[in-house]
């Protein structure tokens, strides 16, 4: 089974935890925990996760728990550890803005990914990274395990870079102006002038391209989905092997194509519709 494997968030020293006159503990680390299990880490190490966020373990036990009382995490379905569950997202779908974008979009992800067999994902920016909120599998070997809440470098993704590529140059350098890039692999665009470079060629295609830029042997294409005034406030992409973007030849631009047509569906009941020429 090909699976795209969530990278982990949780190496490197403990974390110092930073107190401020107005908060509250007890709901930093909640939150804290919160992060890292929507970056990929189950918690199933107890005394590893304690250790890597700076908390107790015993009070990890405790946060745990309540959360999972209150629905905001749940127990992986292969049984090992904790993934976000459905409270939560549910809460962040109804207060957010995108809200009219997560009610209309999840038949037309479903319908992407049925019709090409792929996986397919719809996802915001978030300052400089991308939040993955929807993401439907194919009923095929092929699956992607990034989940819903998951955040991401906006540059390693053509989720991001499709959303980006309908800035301003300027508006990008500022952006990520202190911004540490980070090489995922060889292809990741990893400082700002070859970000800038990719996004001039997705701006010439219209469409995103990654060829292994956040894992290997994992192709992407990304578009950008635009509300009423016309301003891209969310991105729809497909993954996959290099074989399911080149075999048959022609392949890749029948998959840009079905793309492009979901982007313009979701678009249109934003209240976007394209000038005509």
Same mark, same amino acid.
């Given at each position: 089974?090909?699976?795209? &494997?969530?990278?982990?968030?949780?190496?490197?020293?403990?974390?110092?935890?930073?107190?401020?006159?107005?908060?509250? +503990? =007890?709901?930093?680390?909640?939150?804290? !925990?919160?992060? @890292?299990?929507?970056?990929?880490?189950?918690? &199933?190490?107890?005394?590893?996760?304690?250790?890597?966020?700076?908390?107790?373990?015993?009070?990890?036990?405790?946060?745990?728990?309540?959360?999972?009382?209150?629905?905001?995490?749940? *127990?992986?379905?292969?049984?090992?550890?904790?993934?976000?569950?459905?409270?939560?997202?549910?809460?962040? @779908?109804?207060?957010?803005?995108?809200?009219?974008?997560?009610?209309?979009? +999840?038949?037309?992800?479903?319908?992407?990914?049925?019709? !090409?067999?792929?996986?397919?994902?719809?996802?915001?920016?978030? *300052?400089?990274?991308?939040?993955?909120?929807?993401?439907?599998?194919?009923?095929? =070997?092929?699956?992607?395990?990034?989940? =819903?809440?998951?955040?991401?470098?906006?540059?390693?993704?053509?989720?991001?870079?499709?959303?980006?590529?309908?800035?301003?140059?300027?508006?990008?350098?500022?952006?990520?102006?202190?911004?540490?890039?980070?090489?995922?692999?060889?292809?990741?665009?990893?400082?700002?002038?070859?970000?800038?470079?990719?996004?001039?060629?997705?701006? *010439?295609?219209?469409?995103?391209?990654?060829?292994?830029?956040?894992?290997?042997?994992?192709?992407?294409?990304?578009?950008?989905?635009?509300?009423?005034?016309?301003?891209?406030?969310?991105?729809?992409?497909?993954?996959?092997?290099?074989?399911?973007?080149?075999?048959?030849?022609?392949?890749?631009?029948?998959?840009? @194509?079905?793309?492009?047509?979901?982007? *313009?569906?979701?678009?249109?009941? !934003?209240?976007?519709?394209?000038?005509?020429?």
């Amino acid at each position: 089974m090909f699976i795209f &494997e969530q990278r982990k968030m949780m190496s490197g020293p403990a974390v110092t935890e930073k107190r401020t006159d107005f908060g509250v +503990p =007890p709901i930093t680390r909640a939150v804290r !925990l919160l992060r @890292a299990i929507a970056n990929g880490e189950r918690a &199933e190490n107890m005394s590893a996760t304690a250790r890597a966020l700076g908390i107790n373990r015993t009070t990890l036990m405790r946060i745990l728990a309540t959360l999972e009382e209150e629905r905001f995490i749940e *127990k992986h379905p292969d049984g090992h550890g904790y993934r976000i569950g459905l409270g939560l997202v549910a809460i962040a @779908a109804m207060g957010s803005p995108t809200k009219d974008l997560t009610d209309l979009a +999840p038949p037309i992800v479903r319908k992407l990914a049925q019709d !090409l067999g792929l996986s397919a994902h719809l996802g915001v920016l978030d *300052k400089s990274n991308v939040i993955y909120l929807m993401r439907e599998r194919p009923n095929t =070997p092929l699956a992607s395990n990034i989940q =819903p809440g998951s955040h991401i470098p906006a540059y390693a993704t053509t989720l991001g870079r499709a959303i980006l590529a309908t800035w301003n140059p300027k508006d990008v350098q500022a952006l990520f102006e202190g911004v540490a890039f980070e090489s995922f692999t060889d292809a990741t665009p990893n400082s700002l002038p070859k970000l800038l470079e990719a996004l001039d060629r997705d701006r *010439k295609s219209g469409i995103s391209s990654s060829e292994g830029y956040y894992l290997p042997g994992v192709w992407s294409l990304g578009t950008a989905v635009r509300d009423q005034s016309g301003t891209a406030i969310a991105a729809l992409n497909v993954t996959g092997t290099p074989q399911h973007f080149t075999e048959p030849d022609e392949r890749r631009e029948e998959i840009a @194509a079905v793309l492009k047509q979901a982007a *313009k569906d979701l678009s249109e009941r !934003l209240g976007y519709f394209a000038p005509t020429s």
